[in-house]
Nanobody
Framework: QVQLVESGGGLVQAGGSLRLSCAAS????????MGWFRQAPGKEREFVGL????????NYANSVKGRFTISRDNAKNTGYLQMNSLKPEDTAVYYC???????????????WGQGTQVTVSS
């Protein structure tokens, strides 16, 4: 069992940066892949990026590639989403998730955080 809690969301102007954190409980966090997703009002939840259990490999959606960076510190049971050059279209609730499979589909993840709101003003 893994419990996830996101933090770090907020209001930022376009071009600004935010760093989201995903704190995990449970000693098995290091064995899970970690994904980040987001959901804007009226839209489906979409894949943002993922990181392998070791942190050695990442994958990003084209819409955030080059602007967002995912990392993790297994010793601290924490994952991170660094978001730079934010755009108004990045406004959404951001979720972290943990799963046993390397996937870009939300349904493949077993555990989810409660989400944190990110709002980017123009």
């Amino acid at each position: 069992q893994v419990q996830l809690v996101e933090s770090g969301g907020g209001l930022v102007q376009a071009g600004g940066s935010l760093r989201l954190s995903c704190a995990a409980s449970g000693r098995t966090f290091a064995s899970y892949y970690m994904g980040w997703f987001r959901q804007a009002p009226g839209k489906e939840r979409e894949f943002v990026g993922l990181i392998t259990w070791s942190g050695g490999s990442t994958n990003y959606a084209n819409s955030v590639k080059g602007r967002f960076t995912i990392s993790r510190d297994n010793a601290k049971n924490t994952g991170y989403l660094q978001m730079n050059s934010l755009k108004p279209e990045d406004t959404a609730v951001y979720y972290c998730a943990a799963g046993r499979r390397l996937a870009v589909v939300a349904g493949s993840y077993d555990y989810w955080g409660q989400g944190t709101q990110v709002t980017v003003s123009s």
